[in-house]
């Protein structure tokens, strides 16, 4: 017989056999249950109950819900438990989650869908999408690393002076977060600190010695600082942070009447705090990371003629970035000087009040679309293959958080919220003042600094009306406190920039941020009564 055939009979008998020699035990129960740990661990990875969340809470809001019969009130409060418990948890992503008004609102009843997607898309929205555009210009012309390689080069010192080397990089993450999103300010900054950690060899990072030590403070300051620089930064304008943006448009919505919140006015009661902030960040890091031996530690690896070879890399400033910057500074001026004062009413006027800030961004930033970028035939400054990096997402949360500020009034939900809010008429606003900033300060730990703002500032306007104070005086703690997420990685997308990298932990974060915190609600209690009501014309009430 061959051999082989007679290896496959015997193969073949003991397959059909082995079936017969069963187990004592049944192996059934078991493969049921991994069946249903695969299920379940399918339904997690799916995120299906974070799904089912959001709508399972409107429906039990709907259902049991009893607002003294205000069937759109009730309704609007099962949508906005919808849409930010998709927020918070991620069921789906932040844009889509975002354009869930667009077909939740007239579905309830809330409002009709010509009156929902207008809130999409108006000047404040335009000023955010303007923005955008300008930063990506500025990124894809590397325009942020050149300012920062000749801001870190003059600060270094020679020796190195670790004080004044945080100094220039903190200093030019705030600054360069002032005009563009704090996230990517975060990327494009760390980019510039991971350049100069990786000159640190990795084994002396992990050594245990006196110098790894040195070495390894200071890498947490470097990585702390560009982090919380960023996030500081952005409270000093209008296009730093999407925040400061929300307020901008609930305000106009809710107060209509009111004098509106403008470029200018805005920096000049946020720039103060943000240097503020600054200074207490600056100092922190160096009481805490730096000693006197961090000097001679890092004059070994990094040193000024360095970061000047690398600036000499880059070579001379280029004509595309010459026009860009022109763009950019002649935006800055047209922002400033929109409108100044009452006796001075700024260029505005020449329009008859009929321009905005959004206005100006979209004409700056449509001349980069036309001026030539002197490299190719016909190439221009920028094209729409360029835009592809567009935050999209921002832009839809800014649109759903104007949304739901137009649901809050046309709901009847912020009349309820009024009344119920009646008993704490009487409570001294500047008790109040700083109580909303750390109330949103906490929620901020925990989601993005636009949804915080987007939840509380509809019930903070409506506690203002309610106690009889300006409600700005609750409107911008509120707004303030959700930027001061210092804390924790899930407070902002710059935080888990930082915190990826891997040379910082929770417990830094923590004990750097705190710190920092306490100061923001100090400065901001101190600030907002004496400036701020000087800036944006408060009153005692509305």
């Known amino acids: 017989m061959d051999p082989r055939r007679a290896s496959w009979e015997e193969s073949s008998t003991e397959d059909v056999t082995r079936p017969l020699l069963l187990p ?42 009893d607002l003294g019969g205000h069937p759109a009130a009730r309704n609007m409060l099962g949508v906005l438990a919808w849409v930010f418990l998709w927020w918070i948890t991620d069921a789906v992503p932040l844009g889509v989650a975002s354009m869930a008004p667009l077909f939740l609102f007239p579905a309830f009843g809330i409002s009709s869908a010509d009156a929902v997607a207008k809130a999409y898309m108006d000047d404040v929205i335009s000023l955010v999408l303007g923005s955008f555009i ?6 894809h012309y590397g325009i942020h690393r050149r300012l920062a390689l000749n801001i870190t080069s003059l600060f270094c010192g020679d020796p190195v002076k670790p004080h004044l080397l945080l100094l220039g990089i903190c200093g030019t993450t705030v600054f360069i977060s002032m005009w563009i999103h704090n996230t990517p300010c975060t990327v494009m900054m760390m980019q510039v600190a991971t350049g100069i950690l990786q000159r640190f060899p990795r084994d002396q990072l992990e050594g245990g010695g006196a110098d790894a030590r040195e070495l390894q403070r200071f890498s947490k300051a470097l990585v702390l600082g560009i982090m919380y620089a960023s996030t500081i930064g952005g409270m000093a304008t209008l296009t730093g942070t999407g925040a400061n943006i929300i307020l901008v448009g609930m305000w106009s919505t809710y107060f209509p009447e009111q004098r509106p919140i403008t470029f200018s006015s805005w920096m000049s009661f946020g720039l103060p705090l943000t240097l503020v902030l600054f200074v207490a960040l600056w100092v922190t ?17 990094l040193d000024r ?6 600036l000499s890399l880059m070579g001379p400033m280029a004509f595309a970035e010459k026009m860009v910057l022109a763009v950019f500074g002649a935006l800055i001026v047209l922002w400033m000087t929109r409108s100044l004062t009452d006796d001075i009413p700024g260029w505005a006027v020449l329009f008859d009040g009929r321009v905005g800030d959004g206005t100006v961004t979209i004409m700056m930033t449509t001349l980069l679309f036309i001026i030539p970028s002197g490299k190719n035939d016909g190439e221009k400054l920028m094209d729409w293959g360029k835009c592809r990096k567009l935050q999209w997402h921002i832009i839809l949360l800014l649109g759903a958080g104007f949304a739901i500020a137009d649901g809050f009034k046309s709901s009847g ?5 009024s009344s119920g809010l009646g008993f704490l008429k009487g409570a001294p606003a500047l008790a109040i003042a700083p109580v909303a900033c ?4 906490l929620i901020t730990e925990f989601t993005s600094d636009d949804a915080t703002t987007t939840l509380v500032l509809p019930l903070l306007a409506e506690l203002g009306k309610s106690i009889g104070v300006h409600p700005l005086l609750l409107m911008v703690p509120g707004t303030v406190g959700a930027q001061l997420s210092y804390l924790l990685p899930t407070a902002t997308p710059g935080n888990v920039v930082g915190f990826g990298t891997g040379y910082i932990t929770i417990k830094d974060m923590v004990v750097t941020g705190m710190p920092i915190k306490l100061v923001g609600i100090a400065a901001l209690t101190i600030l907002l009564p004496t400036l701020g009501s000087l800036v944006f014309g408060m009153d005692s009430k509305t």
């Open 305 to 310: 003629n360095h970061l000047r070879r690398e």
């Open 413 to 417: 939900l912020t009349d309820i919220l």
């Open 24 to 65: 004592v035990h049944d192996d059934r129960p078991a493969a049921a249950g991994r069946r249903s740990c695969s299920a379940l661990r399918s339904v997690l990875a799916n995120k299906y109950l974070a799904v089912a969340a959001g709508p399972l809470a409107c429906a039990l809001i709907c259902a049991l819900g």
């Open 438 to 441: 750390i109330f949103s300060g």
């Open 285 to 301: 890091l160096c009481l805490k990371y730096c000693t006197k031996n961090t000097g001679r530690v890092l004059s070994a690896y």
């Open 134 to 139: 300008l930063a990506l210009a500025i990124e």
